[in-house]
């Protein structure tokens, strides 16, 4: 029982430690631009003309025609405008004296001051919504392109909808509605897709099969792998339609290498530690650490936690029998309990470091924030 | 109480401790030559810290060098170890007793100069703590502090449990007459050990959860070892065989170093009634199983990557095989795995030197398949340029040679402090054997328990222990 009661004494420890270690620290916006404040309204238009201008001469390049280039720094974030008020100084700073660093170069030489400001009010509107005017409600699937078959001999129209666009690699929805002569649906009947190939010929390569339902709508989801144009065959008993699908190719860099699996994640991220954990600190040090379970409570971080904890905890139970062996009304001058006492607490010390290092660790680096 | 002039367990305890307190002048001579070469090994450490990595042959393209290649060797022979004498201890092997003492040592020493490899890799050592405070989850090098950090921990819990009998003997023999130091160090070590029921219960508790926990701990560290190399897309890296190649290969080098350590100790401390051919015949025939597992892997990984030829795989086969690294990698053949399956399947001639230079080449080869497994496959070029060179500067020779000679250093100043064989578990394992022999004996002959005991004694001071049990 003893053992188990130090046992929850160490991890009892080792969580706050965890909580403890979260310590919060800013990067300071230096003078003189401490404390400014953008001279101009945010939604000012005519400012914003000005810096679209500027920012498409000097900055489209490495930020992108929408700002989202560098996903670490994405301005077209529904969060950013906000950002942008409360610490409208940081940006001014960074706009003028550059991130060598990190490639940001400075531009308080070739700007003037009210530009960098129009520019800024301009970075602003990225992250606002465009004021686009929404699909009326109603409208099942609004980007889909409906095509209709040749009529056939027995009557009845199979439409084929397709996306708009659709992306390699991503799951595109194929919709064929299947209708008799007079219009109305045909349901409970089974709709074949087919993918069409040049080998050797044209070939139909099957997808799948689907259902249709009452308003006779059969749906099936396809992951295309090829960029280019594709055509989809949806065949029902003699009616074939064929309907083109545009595979736009993803954007990809010339190398490109994610770390491990996606893995999934049960519950929504848990977070302890200042929210200025998500960018670097001031010089481009990296982040204060900060406690983060990447899946929420149900983290698979925890399997790899629980593996630590369980070797460390058997080390303290191993030296723990040790620490028993000396029988205590034999010790005398040399307490004969010290090198169990110290092994005791070493092995409680490397442990919590080692699940303190995981469970600060996904956070240390902000483009995984 | 019995009779004859000196018992079983007597004449054990005066043979090992033996060395303990008396240190010849060689022995002197012995670490004042190896201190040289550490001390020679540090200052090639101090030029490589003052100019940088500069100094070290390492440079963009091919960026490990030796030391990577002494960090996969040490790990490796760690293995030979805690693994080795766990899974014999767990399986219960009787003969596993004069062995596994050393083979613990060899993993604690191993691992320390091994772990201390990738820092002295790094240009700015110092920053060694933003690993552990901003290290990310993702990459294999954290996973190797984890499992290091562990197994470092573990094999020295493990190596301590069974020396606390041997310290309480230490400390009641040598202790009252030795200088008050030595009698401080073997008491605290001893932690109050008096060989009692209780504590005898409470030790072999320990001792059998850390057999069985060391285990899939001695493993893992192997593993990760291999994922620093194998999660990145390198020819001759990239694969998918390679946990388990390094893990055989790790166990393969650590029998071969147990076999030498124990040939060294067994002439210099005179074990030769506990090391007996049948300990080296044992050890001998588990290498040469891992050498099948070892050569069959290695064929597997080959042929594979020879079939299918990829660009890059097909420069590092030819660099392998006909290029610039061919020498290393048929020495590693014909040295490491051809010569010494030979040795020890043909049995021609006596079974210890035969196991001893086996053991020596396969220790040799071993270090020349790291260097043929880390530098060329980060001499071919994955971009358009030319295949990376690497040649060694006197820095990274020096410095490698001052870590084997600290590997031996630390060896030579444990085997001055802790028995190199378990006293008490060997006394046990007599005591459990003959026991029944005797008990035969007495039925079939007539004689007295006491005779009989007389006379194997008399028959084992002749002819040594294993031939009488055999």
Same mark, same amino acid.
């Given at each position: 029982?003893?053992?188990?009661?130090?046992?929850?004494?160490?991890?009892?420890?080792?969580?706050?430690?965890?909580?403890?270690?979260?310590?919060?620290?800013?990067?300071?916006?230096?003078?003189?631009?401490?404390?400014?404040?953008?001279?101009?309204?945010?939604?000012?238009?005519?400012?914003?003309?000005?810096?679209?201008?500027?920012?498409?001469?000097?900055?489209?390049?490495?930020?992108?025609?929408?700002?989202?280039?560098?996903?670490?720094?994405?301005?077209?974030?529904?969060?950013?405008?906000?950002?942008?008020?409360?610490?409208?100084?940081?940006?001014?700073?960074?706009?003028?004296?550059?991130?060598?660093s990190?490639?940001?170069?400075?531009?308080?030489?070739?700007?003037?001051?009210?530009?960098?400001?129009?520019?800024?009010?301009?970075?602003?509107?990225?992250?606002?919504?465009?004021?686009?005017p929404?699909?009326?409600?109603?409208?099942?699937?609004?980007?889909?392109?409906?095509?209709?078959?040749?009529?056939? =001999?027995?009557?009845?129209?199979?439409?084929?909808?397709?996306?708009?666009?659709? =992306?390699?690699?991503?799951?595109?929805?194929?919709?064929?509605?299947?209708q008799?002569?007079?219009?109305?649906?045909?349901?409970?009947?089974?709709i074949?897709? &087919?993918?069409?190939?040049?080998?050797?010929?044209?070939?139909?390569?099957?997808?799948?099969?689907?259902?249709?339902?009452?308003?006779?709508?059969?749906?099936?989801? &396809?992951?295309?792998?090829?960029?280019?144009?594709?055509?989809?065959?949806?065949?029902?008993?003699?009616?074939?339609?064929?309907?083109?699908?545009?595979?736009?190719?993803?954007?990809?860099?010339?190398?490109?290498?994610?770390?491990?699996?996606?893995?999934?994640?049960?519950?929504?991220?848990v977070?302890?530690?200042?929210?200025?954990?998500?960018?670097?600190?001031?010089?481009?040090?990296?982040?204060?650490?900060?406690?983060?379970?990447?899946?929420?409570?149900?983290?698979?971080?925890?399997?790899?936690?629980?593996?630590?904890?369980?070797?460390?905890?058997?080390?303290?139970?191993?030296?723990?029998?040790?620490?028993?062996?000396?029988v205590?009304?034999?010790?005398?001058?040399?307490?004969?309990?010290?090198?169990?006492?110290?092994? %005791?607490?070493?092995v409680?010390?490397?442990?919590?470091?080692?699940?303190?290092?995981?469970?600060?660790?996904p956070?240390?680096?902000m483009?995984?924030? | 109480?019995?009779?004859?002039?000196?018992?079983?367990?007597?004449?054990?305890?005066?043979?090992?401790?033996?060395?303990?307190?008396?240190?010849?002048?060689g022995?002197k001579?012995?670490?004042?030559?190896?201190?040289?070469?550490?001390?020679?090994?540090?200052?090639?450490?101090?030029?490589?810290l003052?100019?940088?990595?500069?100094?070290?042959?390492?440079r963009?393209?091919?960026?490990?060098? %030796?030391?990577?290649?002494?960090?996969?060797?040490?790990?490796g022979?760690?293995?030979?170890?805690?693994?080795?004498?766990?899974i014999?201890?767990?399986?219960?092997?009787?003969?596993?007793?004069?062995?596994?003492?050393?083979?613990?040592?060899?993993?604690?020493?191993?691992?320390?100069?091994?772990?201390?490899?990738?820092?002295?890799?790094?240009?700015?050592?110092?920053?060694?703590?933003e690993?552990?405070?901003?290290?990310?989850?993702?990459?294999?090098?954290?996973?190797?502090?984890?499992?290091?950090?562990?197994?470092?921990?573990?094999?020295?819990?493990?190596?301590?449990?069974?020396?606390?009998?041997?310290?309480?003997?230490?400390?009641?023999?040598?202790?009252?007459?030795?200088?008050?130091?030595?009698?401080?160090?073997?008491?605290?070590?001893?932690?109050?050990?008096?060989g009692?029921?209780e504590?005898?219960?409470? %030790?072999?508790?320990?001792?059998?959860?850390m057999?069985?926990?060391?285990?899939?701990?001695?493993?893992?560290?192997?593993?990760?070892?291999?994922?620093?190399?194998?999660?990145?897309?390198?020819?001759?890296?990239?694969?998918?065989?390679?946990?388990?190649?390094?893990?055989?290969?790790?166990?393969?080098?650590?029998?071969?170093?147990i076999?030498?350590?124990?040939?060294?100790?067994?002439?210099?401390?005179?074990?030769?009634?506990?090391?007996?051919?049948?300990?080296?015949?044992?050890?001998?025939?588990?290498?040469?199983?891992?050498?099948?597992?070892?050569?069959?892997?290695?064929?597997?990984?080959?042929?594979?990557?020879?079939?299918?030829?990829?660009?890059?795989?097909?420069?590092?086969?030819?660099?392998?095989?006909?290029?610039?690294?061919?020498?290393?990698?048929?020495?590693?053949?014909?040295?490491?795995?051809?010569?010494?399956?030979?040795?020890?399947?043909l049995?021609?001639?006596?079974?210890?030197?035969?196991?001893?230079?086996?053991?020596?080449?396969?220790?040799?080869?071993?270090?020349?398949?790291?260097?043929?497994?880390?530098?060329?496959?980060?001499?071919v070029?994955?971009?358009?340029?030319?295949?990376?060179?690497?040649?060694?500067?006197?820095?990274?020779?020096?410095?490698?040679?001052?870590?084997?000679?600290?590997?031996?250093?630390?060896?030579?100043?444990?085997?001055?402090?802790?028995?190199?064989?378990?006293?008490?578990?060997?006394?046990?394992?007599?005591?459990?054997?003959?026991?029944?022999?005797?008990?035969?004996?007495?039925?079939?002959?007539?004689?007295?328990?006491?005779?009989?005991?007389?006379?194997?004694?008399?028959?084992?001071?002749?002819?040594?222990?294993?031939?009488?049990?055999?």
């Amino acid at each position: 029982m003893r053992t188990r009661l130090l046992l929850a004494i160490v991890l009892a420890v080792g969580l706050l430690a965890a909580l403890a270690v979260v310590v919060a620290g800013q990067g300071e916006v230096p003078a003189p631009y401490a404390g400014l404040k953008n001279p101009l309204p945010w939604d000012d238009a005519s400012a914003q003309e000005a810096g679209k201008k500027v920012y498409q001469q000097s900055c489209v390049g490495c930020h992108g025609a929408k700002g989202d280039a560098l996903p670490q720094f994405n301005f077209s974030a529904a969060d950013h405008p906000k950002d942008m008020e409360t610490r409208p100084d940081y940006f001014l700073w960074v706009l003028s004296e550059g991130r060598l660093s990190k490639g940001m170069p400075p531009f308080k030489a070739s700007l003037s001051e009210t530009q960098r400001w129009q520019m800024l009010t301009y970075l602003w509107s990225l992250g606002k919504p465009a004021a686009t005017p929404k699909p009326p409600d109603g409208t099942p699937q609004p980007d889909v392109t409906p095509v209709p078959a040749p009529p056939s =001999e027995e009557g009845a129209t199979l439409w084929v909808g397709t996306p708009r666009e659709a =992306e390699v690699n991503k799951a595109v929805k194929l919709l064929a509605t299947l209708q008799d002569k007079q219009g109305k649906p045909i349901k409970g009947v089974a709709i074949e897709f &087919f993918w069409k190939v040049d080998f050797f010929g044209d070939r139909l390569l099957a997808i799948g099969e689907a259902e249709t339902d009452s308003q006779g709508i059969a749906t099936l989801e &396809f992951t295309p792998r090829e960029a280019g144009r594709l055509d989809v065959v949806a065949r029902y008993k003699a009616i074939e339609t064929v309907v083109p699908l545009n595979m736009k190719a993803p954007e990809e860099p010339l190398y490109e290498t994610e770390v491990g699996i996606k893995l999934p994640a049960p519950g929504k991220e848990v977070f302890i530690g200042p929210e200025s954990a998500h960018r670097l600190r001031a010089g481009d040090l990296a982040p204060m650490t900060a406690l983060r379970l990447p899946g929420g409570i149900g983290s698979w971080l925890w399997l790899f936690i629980g593996v630590i904890m369980l070797i460390w905890s058997t080390y303290f139970r191993v030296v723990f029998q040790v620490f028993r062996i000396p029988v205590r009304r034999e010790i005398r001058d040399i307490d004969t309990r010290f090198l169990p006492t110290i092994g %005791l607490g070493m092995v409680m010390l490397l442990g919590t470091m080692l699940v303190l290092m995981i469970i600060t660790g996904p956070f240390s680096h902000m483009h995984l924030g | 109480m019995r009779t004859r002039a000196e018992s079983y367990e007597q004449r054990l305890e005066r043979v090992v401790l033996n060395p303990l307190s008396q240190t010849t002048r060689g022995y002197k001579l012995f670490v004042l030559s190896l201190l040289a070469v550490v001390g020679w090994g540090l200052y090639a450490y101090y030029i490589q810290l003052r100019y940088g990595l500069g100094a070290t042959g390492m440079r963009d393209v091919v960026m490990w060098g %030796l030391y990577l290649v002494n960090f996969v060797f040490f790990i490796g022979i760690s293995h030979a170890g805690t693994l080795i004498s766990a899974i014999l201890r767990v399986t219960q092997a009787g003969w596993r007793t004069p062995v596994t003492r050393m083979a613990e040592l060899i993993t604690v020493v191993a691992i320390s100069i091994g772990a201390l490899m990738p820092l002295i890799d790094l240009g700015r050592p110092e920053r060694v703590w933003e690993l552990i405070a901003f290290g990310r989850f993702q990459s294999p090098l954290l996973w190797d502090i984890v499992s290091i950090t562990s197994y470092l921990t573990g094999s020295l819990i493990y190596l301590y449990l069974p020396t606390i009998p041997d310290f309480a003997l230490m400390r009641d023999r040598l202790g009252y007459y030795a200088n008050p130091v030595k009698r401080l160090i073997y008491t605290v070590l001893a932690v109050g050990w008096r060989g009692t029921p209780e504590q005898h219960r409470r %030790l072999e508790k320990a001792i059998g959860i850390m057999a069985i926990t060391i285990i899939p701990i001695a493993i893992s560290v192997h593993t990760v070892v291999s994922y620093v190399f194998s999660m990145t897309l390198r020819p001759g890296w990239n694969s998918t065989v390679f946990g388990i190649y390094f893990v055989i290969g790790a166990i393969f080098s650590g029998i071969a170093s147990i076999l030498i350590v124990m040939a060294i100790f067994r002439k210099f401390y005179h074990l030769e009634e506990y090391l007996t051919e049948r300990h080296f015949r044992n050890l001998g025939y588990l290498m040469l199983v891992a050498l099948f597992i070892y050569l069959y892997l290695t064929f597997g990984e080959y042929l594979t990557v020879a079939y299918k030829m990829q660009v890059e795989e097909k420069h590092l086969l030819e660099t392998l095989f006909v290029g610039s690294n061919a020498l290393w990698f048929w020495f590693f053949v014909i040295a490491g795995l051809v010569i010494p399956a030979l040795i020890i399947i043909l049995r021609k001639g006596p079974v210890i030197p035969r196991m001893v230079i086996a053991a020596v080449l396969i220790n040799i080869a071993m270090w020349i398949k790291r260097f043929a497994i880390v530098i060329p496959s980060l001499q071919v070029p994955l971009m358009p340029f030319d295949f990376g060179a690497y040649y060694p500067t006197w820095v990274e020779w020096s410095i490698t040679a001052g870590a084997f000679a600290g590997f031996i250093l630390i060896f030579a100043i444990f085997a001055k402090l802790v028995p190199l064989i378990s006293i008490w578990e060997v006394a046990e394992g007599a005591r459990e054997t003959p026991q029944p022999r005797v008990a035969t004996l007495v039925e079939q002959s007539g004689m007295k328990p006491e005779e009989i005991e007389a006379l194997l004694s008399k028959a084992v001071a002749e002819k040594g222990r294993s031939r009488v049990e055999q």
